[in-house]
């Protein structure tokens, strides 16, 4: 039942800004590692950017210096910001969240986003 939900997607001119959102439907206990990936046809997933609970982020080189990532606790929310968008940045993007159930178990379950498309104009 508990799934993610992706918004922000669609149509971007180049330069602009590009905001998606991913959040939690659903009861949990807390989100660990968040993230940010993408995928262009015919190739496989890969990341974009990844923050930690704590806040700790990695980007990846293709949007180093443009992309910011976020996230809300409160919310389990997780949101990615790309400026000055290029052709390149054309592609699906998906939204993964390490998922805890339980207050006393260390386990969890990674759940991804059902993708949403972006296109940047060139």
């Known amino acids: 039942q508990v799934r993610l939900v992706e918004s922000g997607g669609g149509l971007a001119l180049p330069g602009g800004t590009l905001r998606l959102s991913c959040t939690v439907s659903?009861?949990?206990?807390?989100?660990?590692?968040v993230g940010w990936y993408r995928q262009y046809p015919g190739k496989e997933r890969e990341s974009v950017a990844i923050?930690?609970?704590?806040?700790?982020?990695v980007y990846a080189d293709s949007v180093k210096g443009r992309a910011t990532i976020s996230r809300d606790n409160a919310k389990n929310s997780v949101y990615l910001q790309l400026d000055r968008l290029m052709a390149e940045d054309t592609a699906v993007y998906y939204c993964?969240?390490?998922?805890?159930?339980?207050?006393?178990?260390?386990?969890?379950?990674?759940?991804w986003g059902q993708g949403t498309a972006v296109t940047v104009f060139s």
């Open positions: 993964n969240q390490e998922i805890y159930y339980y207050k006393v178990s260390y386990d969890y379950v990674e759940l």
């Open positions: 659903g009861n949990v206990f807390k989100v660990g590692r």
């Open positions: 923050i930690t609970r704590t806040g700790s982020k």
